[in-house]
C-alpha cells in the first residue's frame, strides 16, 4: 500500500495542488488540510474495500481485484510510452485550474476577518483553526482525489488484503509525498522522471495482479482439498 501511493501520487494533480499552495501560503496548515484529506479519502477507500466481500464473495473480490491492478498497470504503462514527459505538465495545469476557482473564496474568507475581530475570544480560536487556507486545500485535495487510480487501487487492495495495513501504509505513503510536495515540489517534480515513476508503478500494479492471482488460484486448491478429504468422512 505505501509503495503503491508513491508511484501513484508523485507528479500527480494533488501532489501539485499542496506544492502551489504552500508556495503561498503557510506549509503546516497545507500539509495538515491536505493530510487530512488523504487520510480521510483512505479510511473511506478502505471501508470500501471491507464491504465490497460482505456483498460478493472472496473469489469474485480477488478476482475483481486482479482485473483491476492489470488493468491499472497496463494503462499507467501505456501513457508512460505514449506521452512521454508531458503529463506533469498536464497535471500541473489541472492543478492550477482547480487552484484558481478557490482564490475567490479565500480572498472573500481574508476580507471577512476584520469582520471576526468583533466575536467573542472562543470563536476567534476557532475561526483560526479552520482557516480558509486549511479549509481550501482539504476541500481540494479531497475533490481531487475522488475516483483517482490510487482511490480505487485503494478499495481493492483492501478488499483482497488487511485492511489495517493497508490504510495505515496509505496513509504513510500519502503523508511522505504531501510532505514532500509542500517542503520540495518542485525540485521533486524536476528531477524525478515522471515517466520513471510511471514505469514503476505500472509494473508494481502488475506485480500486485499476479500475487493477488497466485493467493486466488492457491487458495481455490486449499478449499478443494480440503474439501476432498472431508468427504470420505462425510460418507463413513
Known amino acids: 500500500s505505501w509503495s503503491m501511493i508513491l508511484v501513484s501520487e508523485i507528479g500527480d494533480k494533488t501532489f501539485f495542488i499542496a506544492c502551489l499552495m504552500a508556495m503561498r501560503h ?31 464473495s472472496v473469489r469474485v473480490t480477488q478476482g475483481l481485484a486482479v482485473v483491476l491492478f492489470f488493468i491499472f498497470g497496463v494503462k499507467i504503462l501505456y501513457d508512460a510510452f505514449k506521452d512521454g514527459e508531458e503529463d506533469p505538465e498536464d497535471e500541473m495545469a489541472e492543478a492550477v485550474a482547480a487552484l484558481g ?6 480572498e472573500t474568507g481574508s476580507n471577512s476577518s476584520a ?43 483492501a478488499a483482497a488484503k488487511n485492511p489495517y495495513g493497508v490504510t495505515v501504509g496509505g496513509i504513510l505513503g500519502h503523508a511522505i509525498c504531501t510532505g514532500g510536495a509542500v517542503l520540495s515540489g518542485n525540485m521533486i517534480a524536476q528531477r524525478v522522471s515522471h515517466k520513471t515513476v510511471n514505469i514503476v508503478g505500472g509494473v508494481l500494479f502488475i506485480l500486485f495482479a499476479i500475487g493477488t492471482l497466485y493467493e486466488l488460484v492457491t487458495h481455490s486448491h486449499h478449499i478443494e482439498a480440503a474439501a476432498a478429504s472431508a468427504a470420505p468422512t462425510i460418507a463413513k
Do not use: C, H, Y
Open 26 to 56: 503557510p506549509k503546516l496548515i497545507v500539509f495538515i488540510g491536505a493530510i487530512a484529506a488523504l487520510a480521510a479519502m483512505t479510511v473511506l477507500s478502505a471501508l470500501m474495500g471491507v464491504i465490497v466481500p460482505n456483498v460478493i
Open 115 to 157: 469582520s471576526s475581530e468583533r466575536l467573542s475570544a472562543g470563536a476567534r480560536r476557532w475561526n483560526r483553526l479552520l482557516s480558509p487556507i486549511l479549509v481550501q486545500a482539504f476541500t481540494l485535495t479531497f475533490v481531487a482525489e475522488w475516483g483517482d487510480r490510487s482511490q480505487l487501487a485503494t478499495i481493492a487492495l
Open 101 to 106: 476557482k478557490k482564490e475567490d473564496d479565500l
